[in-house]
């Protein structure tokens, strides 16, 4: 069982930045791939962000991508998901999800889960 703690999500104005972090508790971080989902109220799950388990390669959703950076620290067993820019539709409930295979934009495919760190973005 591998737990997955997400935090750094608060309150932004617009055109903000925040980073977000997720801590896993498994000594085998680098064979997972990893991923950043968000929900907003009413809305489905939507994928953000995945990274390989060494780090080689990223996939954004196109509303990411040029604005949000996925990276990882296997040493230090974490995620990050660096977003710039930041836009009132960015907000939602943001969760870290891992999975023990290739990365990922499906959310099923997903193993483990945060319990999500919330990001307003005000106007």
């Known amino acids: 069982q591998v737990v997955l703690v997400e935090s750094g999500g608060g309150l932004v104005q617009t055109g903000g930045s925040l980073r977000l972090s997720c801590a896993a508790s498994t000594r085998t971080f680098s064979t997972y791939a990893m991923a950043w989902f968000r929900q907003a109220p009413g809305k489905e799950r939507e994928f953000v962000a995945t990274i390989s388990p060494l780090g080689a390669t990223t996939d954004y959703t196109d509303s990411a991508k040029g604005r949000f950076t996925i990276s990882r620290d296997n040493p230090k067993n974490t995620v990050y998901l660096r977003m710039n820019s930041l836009k009132p539709e960015d907000t939602a409930v943001y969760y870290c999800?891992?999975?023990?295979?290739?990365?990922?934009?499906?959310?099923?495919?997903?193993?483990?889960w945060g319990q999500g760190t919330q990001v307003t973005v005000s106007s």
């Open positions: 999800a891992g999975r023990r295979s290739a990365r990922s934009r499906w959310y099923r495919d997903y193993e483990y």
